[in-house]
């Protein structure tokens, strides 16, 4: 079956304007996470949806990112007023109830020049 | 907190050799513990769990990974290794198996012919 999806796969952007990155999780899981990879950071935590409980967003950044999952499906993360430091490969996961592992998408790389 | 430590930046073994890749955890309550293997340019692909029961876990494509709760570890394994499992292995944990993940920094793993 169709895994997760992630679009664009490739993201370039000036410092200071807002990107809109999409996750497509699998059919049926209800649970989506975002992660972000970068050089210096390793793999870090950003956001994780459950369900219609609240969102866990401990690990954002900074205010100028916010996620939003609609219908318990579909979710896209917002970078407002980018910088350089959030150049990263930006990573979705989905996970079907009662089940521990997470399945991955295969990214979006955002550049901020 | 809960943390994962891969202490080797990287490991390199011949083609049909053993490999070992190595994983601390250090976590309160039980720990749920998870082995992910990222190809280039690829996202993350699960491996293996250990959640409870036998020490000794067995994933996909031949791997292997020993719980050992006296040294808090959770190295993985692999009897014969071959040239397409060089990637970059994630070691990770859980706090209850189903919130976010906490990431190792990543072993690359090098198999020569």
């Known amino acids: 079956g169709a895994g997760v999806s992630q679009s664009p796969s490739n993201k370039v952007t000036e410092k200071g304007k807002d990107v809109e990155l999409r996750c497509d999780p699998i059919s049926g899981h209800t649970a989506l996470y975002w992660y972000r990879q970068s050089l210096g950071q390793g793999l870090e935590f950003l956001i994780y949806?459950?369900?219609?409980?609240?969102?866990?967003k401990s690990g954002l950044p900074s205010d100028r990112f916010s996620a939003e999952r609609t219908g318990g499906s579909v979710s896209t993360l917002t970078i407002q007023r980018t910088q350089q430091e959030d150049s990263a490969v930006y990573l979705c996961a989905s996970r079907p109830s009662l089940h521990n592992e997470q399945f991955f998408g295969p990214g979006t790389r955002l550049t901020v020049l | 907190a809960q943390s994962v430590a891969q202490p080797e930046d990287q490991v390199n073994v011949a083609e049909g050799n053993p490999l070992t890749v190595k994983c601390t955890y250090s976590v309160s309550g039980n720990p749920y513990l998870f082995w992910y293997v990222q190809y280039p340019n690829r996202g993350l692909q699960f491996l293996l769990k250990y959640i409870t029961g036998d020490n000794l876990v067995k994933g996909s494509y031949g791997f292997e990974a020993e719980f050992n709760k006296s040294q808090t570890s959770f190295h993985l394994k692999k009897p014969s290794a071959l040239v397409s499992d060089s990637a970059l292995y994630f070691c990770?944990?859980?706090?209850?198996?189903?919130?976010?993940?906490?990431f190792g920094t990543g072993t690359r793993l090098l198999v020569s012919p």
């Open positions: 949806f459950q369900g219609n409980s609240a969102p866990d």
């Open positions: 990770a944990s859980s706090s209850t198996g189903f919130q976010k993940l906490v």
